[in-house]
């Protein structure tokens, strides 16, 4: 049973930093791509960034790129989210996602909150 759990949230000033950890178990790592996502209240769920299993490329919403920087450790079967200059506009809670494209598996972890407050 696919398990991923999210860590590293809290509160944050302005211009902060925090960085995000992604564990997961029970999956076969080299099959799914992880990707971040944030929510907050009233609004979708969007995707942050991703980070591709097979050729490691990363994909970046346009409202981080360049502050955030996300990355796996194969061997740990784990991903993280460095995030930089942060903005109130960057709270919500943050979910990492696991896909695995030969089936569309996606499992979610519970998620964490940031906030981004002075």
Not at 4 to 20: D, H, K, N, Y
Not at 67 to 82: E, P
Not at 103 to 111: E, Q, R, V
């Amino acid at each position: 049973q696919v398990q991923i759990a999210e860590s590293g949230g809290g509160l944050v000033q302005p211009g902060g930093s925090l960085r995000l950890t992604c564990s997961t178990s029970g999956l076969i790592w080299d099959y799914y791509h992880v990707a971040w996502f944030r929510q907050v209240p009233g609004k979708e769920r969007e995707a942050v960034g991703c980070v591709n299993k097979s050729d490691g490329s990363i994909f970046y919403s346009d409202s981080v790129k360049g502050r955030f920087t996300i990355s796996r450790d194969n061997d740990g079967k784990t991903a993280y989210l460095q995030m930089d200059d942060l903005k109130p506009e960057d709270t919500g809670v943050y979910y990492c996602n696991a896909y695995r494209p030969g089936d569309a598996t996606n499992s979610w972890g519970p998620g964490t909150q940031v906030t981004v407050s002075s």
